[in-house]
């Protein structure tokens, strides 16, 4: 016999009421995050709920409850009994909203360890366009994401650092996060918002830096739809007792010169190794920075872990605490194609959003649920703003286990960058540090 619970609400009112453009009570909330978490809403009613918010937007009031919904729908961690040498660990942890070859928690994470600080960081797969710190990662043999919370409390009290999926941290946001993937609904500020800081209040960091994205390879696209996602993600930090700060950081042009999973952990690599990308560099060690100051780390210079090989170090114990084998080469695709200069000149202006979807369409990404990514699959930049291009050269390769895929990364290159001719003006390139902001 089928048993019936009672269920306060439902939801084709719940979708209907965001649909029409009203504000969801608190109880609405409450009720569509535990249902999903539940399974009485199925993916149909809350793919067509997602659509409504990212048409109609969400109020403070609605966002904040919201997030407060996800964080509630698992378990929040608590390392604040850790001790070294009889003080309390500095729990500090950084989050993007999303870019292009932002493969910056790579070098980030082992630079503040070095510091001294410690890391909770319950990372992400990719999202639409642009990739996530996990699946990266798991492509060095080995490495899992999947630890327990045992594990993750003795790599912060051990080495100081574990990078981790959510698990039973905010659930609701791990089945939203996949359903958004899928259904084009992932660059919502509110959607945004929530997911990030859902994650972000249930991992044990007692302070955060956010890096809010600006540009065309960002899921919000304008300096002010940026500003007002960092404005909303800090004031959820700090209204839950988590001191919080974000960077507006430029995501017009791809971060360094590799976008995909294994070659933008090599590239982290060459940071980690005191060379490596200036862009990536930069945004390293301002994050750090931003990071040590917010959890009141003193006394430190961040550059100097990467000059001496500390952070190198701390990266190594990181990898290998979670299972991986930084000896054995990292994977790479069995096809690749090369782009090269029709003509000299200039390297144009870069758009971040067509390489991150050529990136997608060579197979680093998904476009089903649960879908694997190819480790191997990305694209090499050669040519970055401004550098000189003599005719022929090598502009950008693809990399791809499924050769198939070229026609269709190539046409989402095509239009995505230009070689300006001798005489003509240089592209304009602002800065990769926009902004700043704090409580
Ligand atoms: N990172 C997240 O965790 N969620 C988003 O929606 C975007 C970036």
Redesign the pocket.
Known sequence: MTEFAFESHDAPTVIRTKRDGGILSDAQIDWVMDGYTRGVVHDAQMSALLMAIFLKGMSTAEITRWTAAMVGSGVRFDFDDLRRDGTPLALVDK????GVGDKITIPLVPVVMACGAAVPQAA?RG?GHTGGTLDKLESIEGFTAEISKAQIRQQLQDIGAAIFAAGDLAPADRKI?AL?DVTAT?ESLP??AS??MS?KLAEGARSLVLDSKVGRGA?LKTEAESRELARTMVDLGNAYGVPTRALLTDMNRPLGNTVGNAVEVAESLDVLAGGGPADVVELTLALAREMLDVAGVDGVDPAATLADGTAMDCFRALVSAQGGDLARPLPTAAHSETLTATHGGTMGDIDAMAVGLAVWRLGAGRSAPGARVQFGAGVRVHRRPGEPVAPGEALFTLYTDTPERFGGAVAELDGGFSVIAAGEPAPEVGPLIIDRITS
Do not use: A, N, P
């Open positions: 989050h993007s909203t999303g992400g999202l996060y958004r992932t959607l945004i997911s990030v994650k899921f």
